[in-house]
């Protein structure tokens, strides 16, 4: 298993911990420490993607995609989130991403495990990078359907996923409650997830050229 790259260490964000305070100070809230904890990581995988400005760079981007978040949404129903989501549930593509990669002639292959403790916390990183890809998944709908991708052929994981913000939504004010509650290690989940992801991109590159 790959090791995550090291992130700062502070106290975790619970109620009864004396650093509360000083870490939101910090973060400004829970979405804002991931969002800078795992920025690097992010970065990463937007320029491993690329743009997507043929089809044959779209294609790549489904069978990456599909490589990771099909072993990503399997362990994320494996593992218990915290009890503030009960209720709310994260979308899940993968079954559309398998439809849009027969669309171009591609069959789904499974993907690298998620080498991540079970542990609500780092459910909830996982779940962050998932439920946040939504809103990349908006702009790269406007250029899928450039190419010719639409909800009917190619870009069936891409209509659902325009039609979640009210999820995402869900998800952070449910972050901003849960307890007990480690930033350290949802925003560590969450660095091995985009990791994950970078990997699967770089892996299956040959598959969709």
């Known amino acids: 298993m790959r090791s995550a790259p090291s992130i700062p260490r502070f106290h975790d964000t619970t109620t009864t ?4 305070e000083r870490n939101l100070m910090e973060f400004g809230s829970r979405r804002g420490g991931l969002r800078q904890l795992t920025a690097s990581a ?5 320029t491993t993607v690329g743009p997507l400005e043929t089809p044959a760079a779209y294609r790549r981007y ?7 978040r099909s072993a990503a949404e399997r362990w994320l129903s494996r593992v218990p989130m915290p009890a503030e ?6 979308t899940r593509i993968a079954r559309h991403l398998a439809a849009d990669l027969a669309d171009v002639g591609i069959g789904s292959r499974p993907g690298a495990a998620l080498g991540i403790d079970a542990n609500p916390s780092a459910a909830a990183g996982v779940a962050y990078v998932l439920e946040g890809s939504a809103l990349g998944g908006r702009i790269i709908a406007q250029r899928a359907l450039a190419l010719g991708f639409d909800a009917r052929h190619g870009g069936r994981h891409l209509a659902v996923q325009s ?16 307890e007990p509650f480690s930033l350290d290690v949802a925003a560590e ?3 091995t997830a985009f990791q994950t ?8 590159d040959h598959v969709a050229a």
């Open 197 to 204: 992801a970078t990997d699967a991109f770089k892996s299956f």
């Open 163 to 178: 039609q979640t913000l009210g999820n995402w939504r869900g998800f952070l004010a449910c972050l901003e409650r849960a």
């Open 85 to 90: 989501f009960a209720g709310w549930q994260p």
């Open 17 to 20: 911990d004396t650093g509360t």
């Open 62 to 68: 489904l069978v990456g995609l599909d490589g990771f």
């Open 42 to 46: 992010h970065a990463l995988l937007d």
């Open 189 to 191: 989940a969450a660095v």
